[in-house]
């Protein structure tokens, strides 16, 4: 074999190898859980620590929500809708689009007492727009099947 | 592979003639860490939760520092040209010439950020995992900082040019290896993020020093 | 040589490209003007309030056009760049150059219009989740090629430099596309995509579409003018130019 194409079988070994080490360890990471975002789950089951700044979040429980009389305090309840849900207090404004069922990111501390001391509270929106007619139509028929 | 043993011999022989480009970015780390230390003042008890990250945007910058001279001086006395005349594979070279470059100043960097962690008051427990994304990092820096030395070494004095052009590539390092000291220092597992470093590297060390050969092309060219 | 072949060698004369390219600019001037005018009156004074959101969501017609265009006029970049190196072929290099500015100023159309929606709806003006990330680095390596650009005083030099670069940056697209599906970012996956029905009705989506051909066709439009510009800058020693300049 000449030396230039000596140099074209290294490089095409080397890509290829290089490549394949990206894609295993790019499919190894996948498996892990890497957004430092603890759904209800790992609140519920003690696997998040305590005490330490994290991201949780969850969807807000229906009929939870409950204000201070004064101030801007506010406590609810997120919820997976699968059995583990856990309380979250904030005092602050909240965004425009929370509400009841909406899905919410919070950053805060778990307290002892299981309690989610969030310091900021912001709301995920879903790539589904619709006027409101139609969402109360949607509602109506999913209602009553 | 002989190129990439002499290429690697004659680059550590040169650094070691040369210490003072070694030097520089270690003191200049070293500096940075005390400035940021005395700049916080009292409140450093405070600084645990920030410092993972402070260290880690400190040892990219001195990284990027080092890597910007990084073909300057072969660039100068026409050691680039004998490089990209000598028809052997370009990219083995530049993996050489790089692995060398990266044993005198990440490598060393890495070394010292146990106690750079230990001067910005990084918890106790976070300090491995700070050396270990920074022994993954700090060669994906290197890397991806020579495609910009590469692009800027004919320029004068093309030192801000190449941060600018760098610094954004840097990015999505810099996540995952603060990511990594900040998992670790508050307790949760930092596996998934050192894997990430891991694939940025693995993609780094495979196209980098092929965008390096056809940048150095380029402005060797005239 | 194919029809395609042949256009394509073409296209590697400027003095080619500028001759045809004047109906062009006209055509996709106008067309970007109207279809922007109906598109955004249409979306922000007729389309129908969203069932959560209410009225501020109305920033998808500008925010979501921009946000798909500033991605694809990188992706734009980096086959000019690939061209350039290939075929040394002038005009892809001055693509590059007159692209990088507009694809900035498109990207930092995106960033703002999405701080501004993020506010009302996340309760953040800005996030460092990978979507937003990713956007800004694709913000900052625009301001990279232009800085290697102006850095650089061989004009041929400078152009295979940043044609380099624009290669090296594609690397970024992906990232920004599929950030959205590989980690939970609070940036809500793609409303509109070319496999699957839209996720709003056609009151909503049809004011999209016409804004985003707008979009399309006014950047089109800049960037016509822009290489004519770039052409007749280079050419001026040309005597075709000083023709061409003499007639007008």
Redesign the interface.
């Known amino acids: 074999m000449n030396r230039v194409r000596r140099g074209r079988l290294t490089a095409a070994v080397f890509l290829l190898a290089g490549t394949a080490a990206t894609v295993a360890l790019v499919l190894v990471v996948l498996n892990e859980n890497i957004n430092a975002f603890h759904p209800p789950e790992r609140i519920v089951n003690g696997t998040a620590p305590v005490g330490v700044t994290i991201r949780a979040g969850g969807m807000v429980m229906p009929g939870s929500v409950s204000r201070d009389a004064e101030g801007l305090g506010v406590s609810f309840v997120l919820s997976d809708f699968q059995g583990s849900d856990f309380p979250v207090r904030f005092v602050g404004i909240l965004p425009d689009l929370f509400r009841e069922g909406q899905g919410i990111l919070a950053t805060g501390q778990l307290d002892a007492s299981g309690t989610f001391m969030a310091h900021e509270v912001l709301a995920k929106h879903d790539e589904n727009y619709m006027p409101p007619e139609i969402a109360d139509l949607a509602a109506h028929q999913s209602a009553d099947p | 592979m002989n190129i990439a043993v002499a290429q690697v011999r004659r680059d550590f022989l040169v650094a070691f003639h040369a210490r003072a480009d070694a030097v520089h970015p270690v003191a200049f780390f070293a500096l940075t860490v005390v400035l940021f230390g005395l700049g916080m003042g009292p409140e450093r008890h405070a600084m645990g939760?920030l410092a993972p990250g402070m260290v880690w945007v400190l040892a990219l910058l001195a990284t990027m520092m080092a890597t910007e001279g990084l073909f300057r001086r072969d660039f100068e006395d026409g050691t680039l040209e004998q490089l990209l005349l000598h028809?052997?594979?370009l990219?083995?070279a530049v993996l050489a010439k790089l692995f060398a470059h990266w044993c005198v100043t990440g490598l060393i960097l890495t070394a010292l950020s146990p106690l750079a962690g230990l001067m910005l008051q990084v918890p106790p427990e976070g300090l491995p995992v700070l050396a270990a994304s920074l022994a993954l990092g700090t060669p994906a820096l290197t890397l991806i900082g020579a495609?910009a030395a590469a692009?800027?070494v004919?320029?004068g004095r093309?030192g801000v040019?190449a941060a600018?052009?760098a610094?954004?590539?840097f990015?999505?390092v810099l996540?995952?290896g603060a990511?990594a000291s900040?998992?670790a220092a508050?307790?949760?597992s930092p596996?998934?993020?050192l894997?990430?470093l891991?694939?940025l590297l693995?993609?780094a060390?495979?196209?980098a020093p092929?965008?390096v050969g056809?940048?150095l092309r380029?402005?060797q060219?005239? | 040589m194919g029809r395609f072949t042949t256009w394509f060698y073409r296209m590697g004369s400027p003095r080619w490209f500028f001759d045809l390219s004047r109906p062009w600019l006209v055509g996709f001037l106008v067309a970007g003007i109207v279809l922007l005018t109906v598109g955004t009156v249409w979306g922000l004074g007729f389309a129908p309030p969203d069932y959560q959101q209410g009225d501020s969501y109305r920033i998808i017609y500008i925010h979501v056009p921009s946000a798909h265009l500033a991605e694809a006029l990188y992706v734009a970049m980096g086959v000019a760049g690939i061209v350039v190196l290939v075929w040394r072929m002038k005009l892809a290099d001055m693509f590059i150059a007159v692209t990088a500015p507009v694809g900035m100023a498109i990207t930092g159309i995106a960033l703002l219009t999405g701080a501004i929606w993020g506010r009302p709806t996340w309760g953040a003006w800005w996030v460092w989740d990978a979507r937003t990330t990713s956007v800004l680095v694709l913000f900052f390596l625009y301001v990279g090629i232009m800085a290697l650009r102006q850095a650089i005083p061989r004009a041929d030099q400078a152009g295979r430099a940043a044609a380099v670069l624009a290669i090296v940056g594609t690397v970024n697209v992906p990232i920004i596309k599929y950030s959205v599906d590989w980690w939970l970012t609070l940036h809500q996956p793609a409303s509109i995509t070319f496999t699957a029905a839209p996720a709003m009705p056609p009151s909503m989506w049809v004011p999209l579409l016409v804004n985003f051909l707008g979009f399309y066709s006014l950047v089109a439009a800049f960037l016509v003018a822009g290489l004519r510009n770039e052409v007749l800058r280079r050419e001026a020693d040309a005597q075709w130019v000083r023709d061409w300049v003499g007639r007008s």
Request: proline residues 6%; charged residues 5%.
């Open positions: 939760a028809g052997r594979p990219f083995v495609i692009l800027t004919g320029l093309g040019l600018v052009i610094l954004p590539l990015v999505p996540i995952f990511g900040l998992s508050s307790g949760a596996a998934g993020e894997l990430m891991g694939a693995a993609a060390l495979t196209l092929f965008a056809l940048a380029v402005s060219e005239y």
